[in-house]
């Protein structure tokens, strides 16, 4: 009985041991488990350590209590919640297009020596503005440490450049300059060329300046208006084309001011190129009289000599004059009427004398032409001649060939048939030669025979008995013979 008590003892102990563990487990993943989804941080808050500096919100290091300045990324984290708390925060997302400029909360006070020189952006350990901004993407700010805001990104268009103003820069070594120093705090002598830049607005303001070509028209009550040197009141109207020059645009938004929404409020057409068209039109348009400008024999030059001088005076200033065309000219009405009627008469003459200079013209056209009908006729009724001389000629050459041709093959045939009679000869001569040669052979032969029976009458007496002989068989062995026919009754009866 008393061995059983250790036993049930070390059981209970196991079984405390068990359940402290699965204890401990739950405790562990219900109570410690952070879980941080995508797109979250988690800002870890510490409930014990060292005490936090006066005015300080954000803990120096894991040492002290409060927020910690490091948050936790997405994932799984385990921390005791006796000594930690901790809050999920949507993590910082700058979207496209935009800029993200983030202020310490946490950090120094800048001196007042710092505010009175106008620092604007706070130095590392240092509450206040940062310079550096944040790009498109996810960043994991801690919200209790930094606040962000979005600004969107500066876009130049085409056509335009940028005009930079440096808000915190160092302070210019020459304050009588419309342009400063690059780096210095001012207008900056660089612009911005078209694109998308990401600048934090709080240390740069960017002005935008049109720089493509532009059309002003002076008619109506804005046309050029001064009195001739015969004083008479002349109203010219005109068409100026004008950009501003890129390179200077920094200079000229200083110096002159900007462009506006429209014509009226364009400080740099209303104070730079009108007033130029106007003060040099009337002082060059003022040195001609009235019907020069009329009859147009001073309109070039008076046009060309505007331009020059307009475009001098605002290329100093940073304004580039394309060109100045003079579109009419309205002169007075009791000097333009007869000028017109006596221009109207010049003209008149003019084409009278033009139209008796086409007539001649049309005169010496045709005898021209008849000319050249003329010699036409005479080219055509010698070609034809040419022409039948040559046929003739080749005619008499194509006969001449042929019968050339038939005498070459006339003697051809003569030595053709002169050749077939030598052969023929000597065909006939071989053929009688072979004849005379057998004949002659035959009298050798019978010679020889004559010789050999003795005598001519012995050869014949035998070659008649031989032939005879022959005939005599034949009688009586065929049944084709005569004697074989009246026989053949007498044995087909045996």
């Known amino acids: 009985m008393n061995s059983d008590v250790p036993a049930k003892s070390s059981a209970a102990l196991l079984l405390t041991l068990l359940v402290g563990l699965v204890a401990i487990s739950a405790f562990v993943w219900y109570g410690c488990r952070i879980e941080v989804e995508s797109g979250e941080i988690v800002v870890l808050i510490k409930k014990t ?9 954000i803990a120096p290091d894991a040492s002290y209590k409060g927020i910690q300045l490091e948050v936790l990324p997405e994932g799984r984290f385990f921390y005791n919640p006796l000594f930690w708390d901790w809050r999920v925060h949507k993590i910082t ?68 450049v940028g005009i930079v103003t ?18 210095e705090k001012g207008v900056q002598p660089d612009v911005l060329q078209p694109g998308v830049y990401y600048l934090n607005p709080y240390a740069q303001r960017v002005d935008l300046m049109d720089v493509r070509s532009q059309r002003h028209e002076m008619f109506g009550d804005n046309a050029l208006r001064f009195p001739t040197s015969d004083g008479f009141d002349m109203r010219v109207l005109l068409i100026v084309e004008w950009a501003v020059d890129a390179a200077r645009a920094p200079e000229v938004l200083v110096r002159i001011g900007e462009q506006g929404a429209n014509e009226d409020s364009n400080e740099i057409l209303q104070k730079i190129v009108v007033p130029a068209l106007r003060g040099f ?8 009289s009235a019907p020069e400008y009329i009859a147009g024999a001073s309109r070039i030059i008076f046009q060309s000599n505007l331009f020059e001088r307009v475009r001098a005076t605002c290329k100093s200033k940073g304004v580039d004059i394309k060109s100045v065309l003079i579109a009419d000219i309205d002169p007075p009405e009791e000097i333009a009427e007869p000028i ?8 008149e003459l003019a084409r009278n004398v033009s139209q008796i200079e086409q007539a001649r013209a049309d005169q010496d056209l045709a005898a021209r032409e008849a000319q050249i009908s003329l010699q036409k006729r005479t080219v055509e009724a010698e070609t034809e001649k ?19 041709q038939k005498l070459v093959v006339a003697a051809t045939d003569l030595e053709a048939a002169k050749l077939d009679a ?15 040669l057998g004949h002659k052979a ?53």
């Open 49 to 57: 350590g060292k005490d936090l500096p006066s005015g300080t919100i």
């Open 93 to 160: 997302t700058i979207p496209a297009g935009y800029v993200g400029v983030m202020t310490r909360r946490f950090g120094a006070d800048m001196s007042d020596a710092e505010l009175q020189a106008g620092k604007l952006f706070a130095d590392d350990n240092q509450k206040g503005l940062l310079r550096d901004v944040l790009m498109l993407g996810n960043h994991r700010i801690n919200p209790y440490a930094f606040a962000v805001e979005e600004f969107p990104a500066i876009e130049v268009p085409i056509g335009f």
């Open 166 to 183: 440096e808000l915190a820069g160092r302070e210019p070594r020459n304050r009588d300059v419309f342009v400063v120093q690059p780096g």
């Open 281 to 288: 039109g009337r002082v060059i348009g003022s040195q001609y």
């Open 340 to 347: 017109r009627e006596r221009e109207v008469a010049k003209e």
């Open 386 to 404: 040419l022409q039948t001389i040559i046929g003739v000629t080749n005619r008499q050459v194509v006969a001449l060939v042929e019968q050339e």
């Open 422 to 436: 030598e052969a023929l000869r000597k065909r006939g001569k071989a053929a009688a030669d072979v004849i005379l």
């Open 442 to 494: 035959e009298a050798d032969a019978q010679t020889q025979a004559v010789k050999a029976f003795g005598s001519g009458d012995k050869l014949a007496n035998y070659e008649m008995q031989r032939a005879l002989g022959k005939r005599i068989d034949t009688v009586f062995s065929s049944d084709d013979s005569a004697v074989g026919k009246v026989l053949q009754p007498v044995a087909n009866e045996k």
